[in-house]
């Protein structure tokens, strides 16, 4: 995954876990930390934007899905750093996405990807 996706990632993930309430059961103060994040996050890449007219769409899009962040991210031409890029792990960690899921299984034979998930496997 490269850095521009697992930003993109991550603000999809935040936004989601925003719009949703949360996670049921979080504490308060464990979602203000995530949205703290989030915006800290938004923040962070508006000031890496070369268009400064495309800034404010950054920073006030709630969008959920991860392509349409990595669209707009390249049109705006947002530079990305270190910062940013630990700063979306971190984001991912706290919404409980940081890792899962995101594979390339092209060419795969008898895979599963998945929670909770049974395979017996024969061969001959």
């Not at 991860?66 to 990305?80: D, F, I, K, M, S």
């Not at 984001?91 to 998930?117: E, F, I, W």
């Amino acid at each position: 995954m490269s850095e521009l996706e697992l930003i993109s990632t991550a603000l999809a993930a935040g936004a989601g876990a925003i719009g949703s309430g949360l996670v049921a059961g979080v504490s308060e103060t464990a979602s203000a930390v995530v949205v703290d994040a989030y915006h800290r996050l938004k923040a962070l890449l508006g000031g890496g934007v070369a268009d400064e007219e495309r800034s404010g769409e950054i920073l006030t899009a709630e969008e959920t899905d991860p392509g349409v962040w990595e669209t707009r991210l390249r049109a705006a031409g947002v530079t990305v750093d270190e910062e940013a890029v630990e700063l979306a792990r971190r984001l991912l960690s706290l919404t409980g996405q940081a890792g899962k899921y995101r594979l390339d299984l092209s060419d795969a034979k008898g895979v599963q990807v998945g929670d909770g998930n049974t395979q017996h496997n024969s061969f001959h």
